[in-house]
């Protein structure tokens, strides 16, 4: 079955930086779009970024443009998140989610790891 | 962008009634293919998203038929046919026809009366 497992998150000061990491099982990654989407202490669900199959398309949400880049490993069956100059608003559940057939239809998520921004 | 609307976004519901959650895009979801990508997540408390509904009205595998989807163009509909105490949680509408950025609703909380 489809297993996504979050890591790396964990409390870090305004303008700091970390990296996210979403471990894939029970499925081709390598076949398949990925997104990240984040979820703020007692909020709605906000699309963060999406990455192609094969890592050669990215796109971004206004918000984190510029600061942070989705990447992938196929070789690992993992796929990251660098989250730089940090800010309190960035405060969130993030959870990665496989796509199918098209990059508009999530399938799968993970259980999210928290991020906390905070001096 | 495309902004999707939901009502009401608090739904107080008796055990074995009807609920029917509205999801509204501020423009057409029809993709140039001729699918419309509009899923409907369930989130129970404490728990990630899960998907129910696929391109409007097509069921999840495992999702309990009393869930239901329908809709075209820019108005949508998740309705529960008799409410079970395990369906409490926020509803979410999602658009994926035009992008980037993928659009969420803002959530319909469904509880028990």
């Known amino acids: 079955q489809v297993l996504l497992v979050e890591s790396g998150g964990g409390v870090v000061q305004p303008g700091g930086s970390l990296r996210l990491s979403c471990a894939a099982s029970?499925?081709?990654?390598?076949?398949?779009?990925m997104h990240w989407v984040r979820q703020a202490p007692g909020k709605g669900l906000e699309w963060v970024a999406f990455?192609?199959?094969?890592?050669?398309?990215?796109k971004y949400a206004d918000s984190v443009k510029g600061r942070f880049t989705i990447s992938r490993d196929n070789s690992k069956n993992t796929l990251y998140l660098q989250m730089n100059s940090l800010r309190t608003e960035d405060t969130a559940v993030y959870y990665c989610?496989?796509?199918?057939?098209?990059?508009?239809?999530?399938?799968?998520w993970g259980q999210g790891t928290l991020v906390t921004v905070s001096s | 962008d495309v902004v999707m609307t939901q009502s009401p976004l608090s739904l107080p519901v008796t055990l074995g009634q009807p609920a029917s959650i509205s999801c509204r895009s501020s423009?057409?979801?029809?993709?140039?293919?001729?699918?419309?990508?509009l899923n409907w997540f369930q989130q129970r408390p404490g728990q990630p998203p899960r998907r129910l509904i696929y391109k409007v009205s097509n069921r999840d595998s495992g999702v309990p038929d009393r869930f239901s989807g329908s809709g075209s163009g820019t108005d949508f509909t998740l309705k529960i046919s008799r409410v079970e105490a395990e369906d409490v949680g926020v509803y979410y509408c999602?658009?994926?026809?035009?992008?980037?950025?993928?659009?969420f609703g803002p959530g319909t909380k469904v509880d028990i009366k």
């Open positions: 999602m658009q994926g026809t035009h992008w980037p950025p993928f659009t």
């Open positions: 989610a496989k796509v199918i057939e098209t990059a508009g239809n999530i399938d799968y």
């Open positions: 990455i192609h199959l094969d890592g050669s398309n990215e």
């Open positions: 423009q057409s979801l029809v993709h140039s293919n001729g699918n419309i990508y």
């Open positions: 029970g499925f081709t990654f390598s076949g398949y779009g």
